[in-house]
Each structure stands twice: as C-alpha cells, then as structure tokens.
T-cell receptor, first 113, second 110 residues
C-alpha cells in the first residue's frame, strides 16, 4: 500500500516552460488536494477535487490547471512557468465518508529559473 | 475567509520538557487537524479533532469549537519531535477546502 505518490520529486524549469505534476493514491479516497509551500510558510491550497471528474479552485489557483479524469489520479499543470511558482508542491487525499484525516505525498520541489 | 493563527511561532525546548501549542480560528469549522512536518519535509497527520480531546502516546489535543481554538500538548519532548506543527481547518462554509495556519516551529535540544 503506497499511499500517496507524487512524481517527479524534483524539477527545474525555465521561465515559460510547461509541466505536469502527477499525484496518485491507492486508498480509494474521494477527495484530493494540491498545496504549495513556500519557505517558512504554511501550505496554501491551489486546487482540489471532491470526486472523479470534478475540480475546484482553492486560495491561490492562478497560473495552475488541474484534472481528475480517474479517481486515483490528480494532475497539476503549469502552462507557462514563472519564477513565482518556485515552491514545494504537496498532494493530499482523504476519505470523504468517515475518517477525515489527510494523507500527504512526499512533495515535489520545483524551481523555475 | 477564515483566519487560522498559531502560537507561538517558534519554540525551543530541552529534551524532556512539556509544551502547549495553540491554534485559534476565526469562524466555525467542520473539522480540524494537527500535522507534524519533520525536518525532511514529510507531513504526518497527528489528529483529526473537530471537537473534544484525543490522545496518542505523548501527544494529546483538545478542540473547543464553541470558543474557536485547539491545543496540542507534547509531553516529555524528544529530539524527534522537532519540526513544524500545523493546524488546519475546514471552514463550515468552505466547501471542503482545508486552510492551514502558518505553523509552530519546534526545536528540541538534547
């Protein structure tokens, strides 16, 4: 049981490049989330999903897009990366029917130069 | 939107000491969680505690929802307790969003 797996773990992008971060969970969780964490700060919600085929905006959605085509996967896309998007990105999932505790992935460290 | 404030922002303890971390929130919440982020960046769920008191080993948490605060108690601290402790709340009107506080950074000295 792998839990929540994020790929890649590290990435360096040039300004203007695009990329997709993948989050996969094997716990049959309904809800999935993407957060970013900047140095010395808490986590800020980018986008989230309450089920397959659904997505919604969080606190800081600008510059990002997401898709949830399969229940187990939640993709985060950057269409045109900017230095302000340099951050550590965390994916989380939770069971929407009982235990509301989050399970987090190990994070993706993204640097935009 | 809801405001989540954690105190103190930084805390240094001698191994074996006890501590209390506080989380205040500005509006009604559906649930509240405490997380520990270790020095390697991994986030671990400690408690899901929308109200009441829970204990897990040396850690315990209490949430008083009517007064909009939660407390995390660490007893007999160990060096492995070092890291950042986050409080996260799902606002009652938030539509499944969970909002994090800025965290309490704890360092336990041997």
């Amino acid at each position: 049981n792998a839990g929540v797996t994020q790929t890649p773990k590290f990435r360096v992008l040039k300004t203007g490049q695009s990329m997709t971060l993948l989050c996969a969970q094997d716990m049959n969780h309904e809800y999935m989330y993407w957060y970013r964490q900047d140095p010395g700060m808490g986590l800020r919600l980018i986008h989230y999903s309450v089920g397959e085929g659904t997505t919604a905006k969080g606190e800081v959605p600008d510059g990002y897009n997401v898709s949830r085509l399969k229940k187990q996967n939640f993709l985060l896309g950057l269409e045109s990366a900017a230095p302000s998007q340099t951050s550590v990105y965390f994916c989380a999932s939770r069971d929407g029917t009982g235990n509301y505790g989050y399970t987090f992935g190990s994070g993706t460290r993204l640097t935009v130069v | 939107g809801i405001q989540v404030e954690q105190s103190p922002p930084d805390l240094i303890l001698q191994e074996g000491a006890n501590s209390t971390l506080r989380c205040n929130f500005s509006d009604s919440v559906n649930n509240l969680q405490w997380f520990h982020q270790n020095p390697w960046g991994q986030l671990i769920n400690l408690f899901y505690i929308p109200s009441g008191t829970k204990q897990n080993g040396r850690l315990s948490a209490t949430t008083v929802a009517t007064e909009r605060y939660s407390l995390l108690y660490i007893s007999s601290s160990q060096t492995t307790d070092s890291g950042v402790y986050f409080c996260a709340v799902e606002p009652y009107t938030g539509g499944f969003k969970t909002i994090f506080g800025a965290g309490t950074r704890l360092f336990v000295k041997a």
